[in-house]
């Protein structure tokens, strides 16, 4: 049954991120914004809706490692394991927004978290502090993007939906990715569970695997329908959000205690950001390679190793 649940999730999964593309690139025309905007915003958020569900849970449950854990190995797998397999299947371009200003948003939102939980917690007025943050970088970027277009000229493409069927398009996607994430966790982690591994350890790899499906559908299929903004942009804006949206929720809910074990995976959060950002330099065409996509992809199997060895 457990493997019953596992390939119904990433059935569901690879849909829900197909109508999430479609409903997004649609919104972004009837917006006049970017679809880079669109995926840094609205499809992170979509996608990152597992993640929050499930920290939010086990917080309430009292598994804090959980919570933690699911968010920083989400981030670690979003960069290494999904944008490195999409670069492998499609050379991804780089917009100078993303280097200029969308990376260094995340690794700010990096290094203030993990300066929030020096003391071995997160509180409910750091997650304060982290909603507002969010929410600055949501209205800075979509009012950037209109005025970048509009400086362009940008004629922006016939929507393929109408607003409203836009909106439903991406209600059902995101739903979709939040039950097939869920059912995919469950089967991970009752398999996982078997061979007696700890929570942190099962956050940051399995749980957090799963709760990055959505994501890696998502970048896949963006990338096959030569949609690369939203892949690259869906990525960050998703770490963004992971650390200021979901983690601030679930601390302004209940305090989160944070392990001393948790900041070994903190530290590769940040190499790993940190090793994005030299590869996506200089920004242009084909700037997230093969090779660079499987570097990263092995450096997400490095990780893996440790984490399961020591």
Known sequence: ??????????????????????????????????????GVTVVSVGTSAPELVVS???????????????????????????????????????????????????????????????NGR????????????????????????????????????RAGFSVKLSLLLLVISSAGLYFGASWLVDGAESVARRFGVSERVISVTIIAFGTSVPELATSVMAALKKQLDISIGNIIGSNIFNLLGILGITSMIKTIPVSAEMRFDVIWMLAISMLLLIFMLPYGRAALGRWKGTCLLLTYILYIYIVFKF
């Open 1 to 38: 049954m457990d493997y019953f649940y596992l390939i119904l999730g990433f059935t569901v999964l690879l849909i829900s991120g197909d109508l999430l593309v479609k409903s997004g690139v649609a919104l972004s025309a009837h917006m006049r914004i970017s679809t880079l905007v669109i």
């Open 56 to 118: 939010i849970g086990a917080i309430l449950k009292n598994h804090p490692d959980i919570a933690v854990g699911n968010v920083v190995g989400s981030n670690i797998s979003n960069i290494a394991l999904v944008l490195g397999l999409t670069a492998i299947i499609i050379s991804i371009p780089v917009n100078k927004n993303s280097v200029r200003f969308d990376w260094p948003y995340m690794m700010f939102a990096s290094i203030l978290f993990t300066l929030f939980v020096i």
């Open 122 to 157: 997160l509180s409910f007025i750091e997650g304060a502090v982290s909603l507002v943050l969010l929410a600055g970088f949501i209205f800075f970027s979509v009012r950037q993007s209109r005025i970048d277009l509009e400086k362009t000229g940008h004629v922006f493409s």
